[in-house]
């Protein structure tokens, strides 16, 4: 299958302070990319969907200035969380697809996730 | 919104036993995906159904997407150890479109040697 790295593997942060997470397909081009969000024991839950060189679109809830997503090529998507608070620790993971090959059912990969630890 | 309900949430089995979980929905889709995901990794997919009806094996797993569209289930025969893991069933109703991946809430499997 093809390979979605996301960087860092873990983050521990302080208070107040933001963090970037980056998602890169490295041997594909991405036209679509999803940042999910999971708490242990728990299911993904979807958080926004990136089209490159358009904005996300954040599911209900999901506060857009919080979490903010950039998609700026086609082969790198990054997640900014700022001012992160404790609330915000979570495993977040980033999937990638090429919608542009049509007529074939193409699969998300996903990334290895990034553990953050707000302190 | 849709949603996706997962069966059992955890099942302890001895090695070499078969292995068998299952996702319904509450409305349809035209695609199913089955993922594993070991602790503190993304979750790598196992199996990937299209048409309704269709039954895909890849090695010892083996899984089929009920005719009603509305379920699927996952089949691991004669487990062994690395099978541990929690799997996901994942459901989109417009895959080639963009569609949303819906995610059930997983089934942990643990292995006894």
């Known amino acids: 299958g093809a390979v979605v790295s996301q960087h860092p593997s873990r983050v521990i942060c302080k208070s107040g302070t933001s963090v970037k997470i980056e998602c890169r397909s490295l041997?594909?081009?991405?036209?679509?990319m999803f940042w999910y969000r999971q708490f242990p024991k728990q299911s993904l839950m979807l958080m926004a969907t990136?089209?490159?060189?358009?904005?996300?679109?954040?599911e209900q809830g999901v506060e857009k200035d919080k979490f903010l997503i950039n998609h700026a090529s086609l082969t790198l998507s990054t997640l900014t969380v700022t001012s992160a608070h404790p609330e915000d620790s979570s495993f977040y993971i980033c999937?990638?697809?090429?919608?542009?090959?049509?007529?074939?059912?193409?699969?998300?990969?996903f990334g290895q996730g990034t553990r953050l630890t707000v302190v | 919104g849709q949603q996706l309900n997962q069966s059992p949430q955890s099942m302890f089995i001895q090695e070499g036993e078969d292995v068998s979980m299952n996702c319904t929905s509450s409305s349809i889709f035209n695609t199913w995906l089955w993922y594993k995901q070991d602790p503190g990794e993304g979750p790598v997919l196992l199996i990937a159904l299209y048409k309704a009806g269709e039954l895909t094996s890849n090695g010892r797993l083996t899984a089929q997407f009920g005719i009603t569209r509305k379920d699927s289930f996952l089949n691991i025969s004669a487990s062994i150890p690395s099978d541990v893991g929690i799997y996901f069933c994942a459901g989109c109703e417009f895959y080639n479109q963009g569609g949303k991946l819906i995610f059930g809430q997983g089934t942990e499997l643990s292995v006894k040697p």
């Open positions: 041997d594909f081009q991405a036209t679509t």
């Open positions: 990136s089209n490159e060189g358009s904005k996300a679109t954040y």
């Open positions: 999937s990638a697809r090429d919608f542009r090959r049509t007529g074939v059912n193409t699969e998300a990969f």
